[in-house]
């Protein structure tokens, strides 16, 4: 990357840039819900399309200068079309939770009728805007939440659906943020015909593995699905609504002029070429490899003693009970942070513990995927985060882990060109 210009301008910025580019490269990055762009897709990021104001849709600008920015969002809403199945897309929202926002609108008629949602509770692995209080979901709409069964840990349907029957929610909300198995979205779709209610799917986490064939797809079965693009998918950071033809209106609408101005074009020609990356066969590999490397990780911390949630994994994540060590999630953020082991504390479904120091941590593997480890990596990996867990107060364990990181993360760079 050159940085040249911008040591030239603001050193404090540089500096900090240079020092981000070292950490990516030397540390392990295990957090669940990040990943590492191609290339292209970060040098798109940072075109000129960021000069250019676009308000309005393709073809139907309040702005003079869009043809070229025209092709750039054309081409992004016919490929997140292509690659989910999609009936209509909206590759506009800044983030997950814009879109979230936007989807949830334009479901409800801007909060003037059928207002309750229910979702997954965010202590049980839904996500904040799922409807916790302290958000904008908690506080613009009626909240129900469903969580995992006790026992199973897993997503129990007969007490959605039972829930569903009572409460009359005008949404009814599928996915999650700290899931490790699979969502039966053909289900949830059942279960809101059943009480007359709008099934919306957020695959923000998954969205990756529906593309390449190796999770069940959301579209056919939900009227709305929302998705961050930089997660398992490897696109820039936002979002898109994908929609039958019937919400088509209702969700533009609801991004701009509803709660967006202007959109962020550099990045949406980012996702265009991200979507583009993603109809490659090589991207169906690539999320075989990400579910590949959580079930063995999985495995290998489970054979050294550790409790996972649900007692593995059907995906790209796994979440650890580290009380069963006698740790709690933050400390156990930490000490892997010291061996330079990235991953991030999270509630655990039946937690009594607070979110700000919880019982779980959330590993997940896609970005270490990108960088083209595998099995046998993960094994050794499972077995460094294991040790550094299982003896927090050894300096020669920490000493050991942290020279194997280092080895791994020289053995698979992240950008050569970086
Ligand atoms: N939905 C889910 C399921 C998520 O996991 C996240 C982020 O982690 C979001 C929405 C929000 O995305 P953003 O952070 O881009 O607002």
Known sequence: MNMKNIKNTDRQISEAVKNEINRQKNTLELIASENFV????LETAGTVLTNKYSEGYPFKRYYGGNQFIDICEDLAIKRAKKIFGAEHANVQPHSGSS???AAY??????????????GMRLDHGGHLTHGSPVNFSGKLFEIVSYGVDKKTQMLDYDEIRKIAKKEKPAIILSGASAYPRKIDFKMFREISDETCAYHMADIAHIAGLIVAGQHQNAVPYADVVTTTTHKTLRGPRGAIILSKKEHAEAVDKAI?????????EHIIAAKAVCFKEAMKPEFVEYQKQIVKNARTLAEELMNNGLTLVTDGTDNHLMLVDVTKIKLTGKAAETI???VGITVNKNM???????????????????????????ESEMKVIGKIISDVLKNPDSNGVKLKARSTVKELCEEFPIYNTV
């Open 38 to 41: 191609s290339s292209a897709v």
């Open 99 to 101: 879109a979230n926002m």
């Open 105 to 118: 609108f334009a479901l409800t008629d801007w909060l003037k009728k059928g207002r309750k949602i229910l």
């Open 256 to 264: 701009f002029p509803g709660i967006q101005g202007g959109p962020l």
């Open 336 to 338: 892997l942070d010291e």
């Open 348 to 374: 655990i479904p039946y937690d009594n513990r607070t979110p700000k120091d919880p019982s779980g941590i959330r590993i997940g593997t896609p970005a270490l995927t990108t960088r083209g480890m595998g």
